[in-house]
């Protein structure tokens, strides 16, 4: 099963991919977490990806579709995966169906997030990640047990750099202008499936359960 995330920065893509994968037992592969652990571990891929990422900007597709494409074609990925943050233009998602039909395959759902604007910049600001394990919160709507601490593995949790009021605006910009024209993209390919994103977060989980099955 191949499945593609869609949605605003901050829908959760991010918490409902995690989810999927965990159920369906396939990775999530997620093109900003690969930027964030390089940018943690300063290699040169992190340092170029950090200087568009601060921005709000996105990573140039040349290097991110290079990057996505050796990271599918690891074993693991073999059964299907679920992609988060990625295609996030036109020619990304085009590179991607290109080499699927090389393999006589394809992505099989495509899940918008539906969440307004107005939301998002409220979410972003309360959003806490752990830089150990990749857990994510939120202090009101899915706070961890202990302030401050990852339930899963005890680290203390971390905001992240973009997540500043001023780069959340821009990052939706770029949403608008460049990501949001995949809607139509998988739409027109049959496999675009809405759910809305402003419930709670198990509840936008069961959504995606009925769809995916
Ligand atoms: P990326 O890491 O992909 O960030 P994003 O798309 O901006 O999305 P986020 O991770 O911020 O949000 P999300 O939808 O995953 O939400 P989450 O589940 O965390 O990309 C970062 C940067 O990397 C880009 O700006 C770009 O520079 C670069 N990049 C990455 N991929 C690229 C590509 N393909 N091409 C070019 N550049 C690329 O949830 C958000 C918050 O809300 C959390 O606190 C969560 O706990 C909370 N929450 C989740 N669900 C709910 C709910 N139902 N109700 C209430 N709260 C909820
Ligand atoms: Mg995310
Ligand atoms: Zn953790």
Known sequence: MKIVMLGAPGAGKGTQAKMI?????????????????????????????????????????????RILLDRVAQDDCAKGYVLDGFPRTIPQAEVLDAELTKLNDKIDFAI??????????????????????????????????????????????????????????????VYHEQ???????????????NVDGTVDSEEVFAAIVKILG
């Open 21 to 65: 994968a965990a159920k369906y037992g396939i990775p999530h592969v997620s093109t900003g977490d690969i930027f964030r652990a390089n940018i943690k571990n300063g290699t040169e891929l992190g340092k170029e990806a950090k200087s568009y990422m601060d921005k709000g900007a996105l990573v140039p597709d040349e290097l991110t579709v």
């Open 112 to 173: 918008n997030v539906d969440v307004p604007d107005e939301n998002i910049v409220r979410r972003m600001s309360g959003r806490r990640s752990c830089p150990s394990c990749g857990a994510t919160y939120h202090i009101v709507h899915i706070p961890p047990k202990q302030e401050g601490v990852c339930d899963k593995c005890g680290a203390a949790l971390v905001q992240r750099d973009d997540d500043k009021e001023e780069t959340v605006k821009n990052r939706l910009k």
């Open 179 to 193: 990501t949001q024209p995949l809607i139509d993209f998988y739409e027109k390919k049959g496999v675009l499936q």
